[in-house]
């Protein structure tokens, strides 16, 4: 198994911190895999059909099958391009962030920098 791979959880792992928890049968991907004490663990995401994700945790990869259900690749690629939506989103926010405050600070005689520094300023001021 390896980063990216869809997998099962086909063994419970037990209890974490005293506390017993039930991810038998989730179904999600491997963001990572690292060694602890000895044994591959995967840093686990678990998936939802409608695209969503559930949590995520640590797991040791003796807990995993992978899973070949077509369904759960599908939700898997709809979930990354909702993020990746998301993230083009934030970028082209921070686009519009800095070419209004160009504007602003030209229209103000000053230079970027400072009209952004002015702007985090008065957001830390306790206003009564």
């Given at each position: 198994m390896k980063p990216g791979d869809i997998v099962r959880v086909v063994k419970q792992r037990g209890?974490?911190?005293?506390?017993?928890?039930d991810?038998?049968?989730e179904v999600g991907w491997i963001e990572e895999i690292k060694e602890i004490d000895?044994?591959?663990w995967a840093q686990f995401n678990i998936l939802r059909l409608d695209d969503g994700s559930g949590g995520c945790g640590?797991?040791?990869?003796?807990?995993l099958a992978l899973e070949p259900g077509p369904e759960w690749k599908a939700a898997k690629d709809r979930y990354?391009?909702?993020?990746e939506k998301l993230y083009q989103e934030g970028l082209e926010r921070g686009k519009r962030w800095r070419a209004m405050v160009?504007?602003?600070?030209e229209k103000h005689?000053?230079?970027p920098e400072v009209a952004e520094n002015l702007y985090?300023?008065?957001?830390?001021?306790?206003?009564p």
């Open positions: 209890r974490v911190g005293g506390v017993f928890i991810v038998l049968n000895g044994a591959p640590g797991i040791p990869l003796s807990c990354d391009a909702r993020i160009a504007r602003m600070a005689g000053v230079n985090r300023d008065i957001q830390k001021e306790d206003y």
